[in-house]
């Protein structure tokens, strides 16, 4: 499986961003999808998913209420919609394809996307 993660930029706090996540394969009923990102000198860290099958998604604490995962399954592909963005969002954003349970542990996920950076000036 391979994943192409587009989307990020340079935005100003407040505003909004829709990123994307090109899968080479159906994801839509074998993989859970999420995206994590990583700040400068720090962990990657979890975001958001969304099971397969069933659509059911999670979020960080830290998102909540500002972003939301989809899947657009004829297309392969899975959004992060992120609303009202802060300057504590930037970070490289990775999607990422996993077991098809909802987990936002890293070791669950098995193939990743090379990354996209978004930077929120404030």
């Known amino acids: 499986v391979q994943l192409q993660a587009s989307g990020g930029g340079l935005v100003q706090a407040g505003e909004s961003l829709r990123l994307s996540c090109a899968a080479s394969v159906r994801t839509s009923s074998s993989y859970t999808m999420a995206w994590f990102r990583q700040a400068p000198g720090k962990e990657r860290e979890f975001v958001s998913a969304i099971r397969a099958p069933g659509g059911t998604t999670y979020y960080a604490d830290s998102v909540k209420g500002r972003f939301t995962i989809s899947r657009d399954n004829a297309k392969n592909t899975v959004y992060l919609q992120m609303n009202s963005l802060k300057s504590e969002d930037t970070a490289v954003y990775y999607c990422?394809?996993?077991?098809?349970?909802?987990?936002?542990?890293?070791?669950?996920?098995?193939?990743w996307g090379q990354g996209t950076q978004v930077t929120v000036s404030s």
């Open positions: 990422a394809a996993g077991r098809p349970i909802l987990s936002e542990i890293r070791r669950q996920y098995i193939y």
